[in-house]
């Protein structure tokens, strides 16, 4: 039969199609009170696992607040912050470290108003609330906080997940979950978080192997949209006192031979560039060489890297290891991005905690407000 055939012949009889039968067959299962088919057509969503294999019950708890900040002071931008406390929330979020071979539950308390949710979404339909999502560690669905696994956090509710940080296991190929990675917000705004990521809800993961070396302190710097450095860009990124510095998302520092780690982050839509200034680290899972101390000259010693948005890499350093106290710069080597004030300080103080002389506030680059209020992508 050719197609103008086709076109005259008379229409056949529509068939019942295979999918109402067995509509048709559920119906009657349930009805004469079988109803096994439905049933286990229900329980399979129900009964996903709550803990991932290898997982049996969480040997740790832990309780996150997400909460609404004030306002970003340059751009009135919304701004939302993770917190082990409900006050003390920031962007970025608190850095969850944990030990391999732990299951840690996690549970998030959503204290973020409805109304500044609504102000945030971009689809009058989508849900309110927000989410915990995780790279690199394991988890099942009901831990993935994401609308479609209804795996979400409606405002004044909480929710817990459970994360893994899996064993390397040579049998099976399992790679394991040692190393840097990071947690955010899946659901603000739209199906993606793109919202929530943007207003602040990201942070720092570490899974550490026995043996790993701690450090004294961690720092999180996020790389994202419109030349930000943790969402802030120019003099914004640091704001430490000089005379008495305090540790935080906005000032780097550490004292001379103090053993300082960085979770570097993308988020957002560019391309960047981490360069540090001064120091320099293995390109490794830990960014430290663990052949027993024994340098191999297949692994690159590295003082730039490449970041992608999702991507998250980390290292320790020793601070000022054979140069000494100062005021190092951090920044993104796309020249357009450190122009524009992509770029901050690590301040190395000497080794009775006193800062170098030589930098005074408002010597970053760039720090104009970004224009776009909207969470847009835009180079300037
Ligand atoms: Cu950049």
Known sequence: MNDSEQAQAPRPRPRRSPYALLVALVLVEVLLGGGSLAAAAVGSQLQQPEQPEGCTKPNRTLQLHAVELPRDPATNQIRLGYGFRPDAASYPGPTIEMSRGECLAITLHNHVPAATLAQLRTDPEHPLGVSLHVHG???????????????????????????????????????????????????????????????????????????DPKPDRTYVTAFGDRQTINLRRGDATDTCDQQNPQPGPTC??????????????????????????????????????????????????????????????????TAGDSVGPGHWMLHCH????????????????????AMMPGHEPGDQPGGQPAPDGGGGHQHN
Do not use: C
């Open 137 to 211: 560690v394991k988890y099942t669905q009901l831990s993935d906080g994401t609308v479609h696994s209804q795996s979400f956090v409606p405002p004044g509710e909480s929710r817990t997940y459970t994360w893994f940080a899996k064993k390397r296991d040579n049998r099976t190929g399992s790679q394991g979950t040692a190393g840097y990675w990071w947690y955010h917000d899946h659901v603000v705004g739209g199906p993606h978080g793109t919202q929530g990521l943007g207003a602040g809800l990201f942070g720092g993961v570490v899974v550490r192997r026995p043996g």
């Open 252 to 317: 780097l520092v550490a004292r001379q031979g103090e053993k300082v780690e960085f979770i570097v982050i993308g988020i957002g839509n560019d391309m960047h560039t981490f360069h540090l200034h001064g120091h320099s680290w293995a390109d490794t899972r830990t960014g430290l060489i663990d052949n027993n101390g024994v340098m191999a000259d297949s692994i690159p010693i590295i003082d730039n890297k490449t970041l992608g948005p999702g991507d998250s890499f980390g290292f320790q350093v």
């Open 334 to 353: 796309m020249q357009f991005h450190s122009d524009a004030g992509m770029s901050t300080t690590v301040h190395v103080l000497d080794e009775t905690g």
